[in-house]
């Protein structure tokens, strides 16, 4: 499965675009680049997952580089309730769709 | 609120003493997995049902985890003979045959003396 490398730790002014960068140099063709986010003392909750086009929800906007092996997780509008660890994850290329996780990044929205 | 359910939320126990957690996935869902959290990590795999099948098991599942889903609905872990390195959040999430995203229940929250 491939690895995923993220900064440790980012900062952001409420109400400014979050950008949360993610490296994954050895993604295959036919592996997703998925977001999940963990507010802290609660289960992870699913953003936003895309395979070559960028993609955007009600979450959130992820841009996927046209070589794959970066993109880039967008909160248009960040407020105090978005302060979480973001992970990065490239989904297993298996049937099972097993999630393997880095350490994320600590994402502190300051008022 | 996800759908997916654990329980208990916390639980604190004695070294030694067994103890057993239960997940109630969204009831559409045909796949079922567990995986731990230690504090400033991120979660691990531990394992993988589809229906009530058990079909993949992390190596970091010891002969005192056994896990179960009888009838392919609920699933309940169990940790025999606790240790103090067991204490961590367990976390549950299913995700259905189309579906693309896994959903995670709250976690139970294992606290060893």
């Known amino acids: 499965d491939a690895k995923t490398t993220q900064p440790p730790s980012m900062d952001c002014a409420e109400g400014r675009a979050a950008n949360l960068p993610c490296n994954h140099s050895?993604?295959?063709?036919?592996?997703?680049v998925y977001w999940y986010r963990q507010i802290h003392s609660q289960g992870p909750q699913y953003i936003i997952h895309?395979?070559?086009?960028?993609e955007t929800n009600e979450m959130a906007s992820l841009i996927i580089t046209e070589d794959r092996k970066s993109s880039t997780l967008i909160l248009p509008h960040a407020t105090l309730r978005d302060t979480a660890v973001y992970y990065c994850?490239?989904?297993?290329?298996?049937?099972?769709?097993?999630?393997?996780w880095g350490l994320g990044t600590s994402l502190a929205v300051n008022p | 609120d996800t759908g997916v359910s654990q329980d208990p939320r916390h639980k604190i126990t004695k070294r030694g003493q067994n103890v057993t957690f239960r997940c109630d996935p969204i009831?559409?869902?045909?796949?079922l997995y567990w995986y731990r959290q230690t504090l400033g990590q991120g979660p691990e795999f531990l394992t993988y049902?589809?229906?009530?099948?058990?079909?993949?098991k992390s190596r970091l599942l010891s002969d005192r985890f056994s896990a179960e889903r009888p009838k392919g609905s609920f699933s309940t872990l169990e940790i025999q003979r606790t240790e103090q390195g067991d204490s961590a959040m367990y976390l549950c999430?299913?995700?259905?045959?189309?579906?693309?995203?896994?959903?995670f229940g709250q976690g139970t929250r294992l606290t060893v003396v």
């Open positions: 999430a299913s995700t259905g045959q189309k579906n693309t995203e896994a959903f």
């Open positions: 009831s559409e869902h045909n796949r």
């Open positions: 049902f589809q229906n009530e099948a058990q079909l993949e």
């Open positions: 050895t993604i295959s063709g036919n592996e997703y």
């Open positions: 895309g395979l070559k086009n960028n």
């Open positions: 994850i490239v989904l297993s290329a298996g049937n099972n769709r097993k999630l393997i």
